[in-house]
């Protein structure tokens, strides 16, 4: 068992900035790779970016150059810097960690909303 714990969440106005932070209860090497994905209202969750631990990352097309995922493997945190927010970012962000045996484990969501 592994369990995501996210924070980070809020309100800001569109063009400011959040970081949010994933902690997991085991070491991030177990992990195939871990990333965050988004649930807009009325949308299927979605992919926003994933970082294997070897570093690789991966990101949607509408965050790129704007977000940026990284990892702190002695505190087994996942981070997501998000920058440039819109009001397309606003949903709920969830944190996932794919076992290298191929489980998947998910956090319990944060919200972020982007409104002025």
């Known amino acids: 068992q592994v369990q995501l714990v996210e924070s980070g969440g809020g309100l800001v106005q569109p063009g400011g900035s959040l970081r949010l932070s994933c902690a997991a209860s085991r070491s991030i090497f177990g992990a195939s790779y871990m990333g965050w994905y988004r649930r807009a209202p009325g949308k299927e969750r979605e992919l926003v970016a994933t970082?294997?631990?070897?570093?690789?990352?991966n990101y949607a097309d509408s965050v790129k150059g704007r977000f940026t995922i990284s990892t702190n493997s002695a505190k087994n945190t996942v981070y997501l810097q998000m920058n440039s927010l819109n009001v397309g970012d606003t949903a709920i962000y969830y944190c996932?960690?794919?076992?290298?045996?191929?489980?998947?484990?998910w956090g319990q969501g944060t919200q972020v909303t982007a409104s002025s």
């Open positions: 996932k960690y794919r076992h290298s045996l191929g489980y998947d484990y």
């Open positions: 970082i294997t631990y070897s570093g690789s990352t």
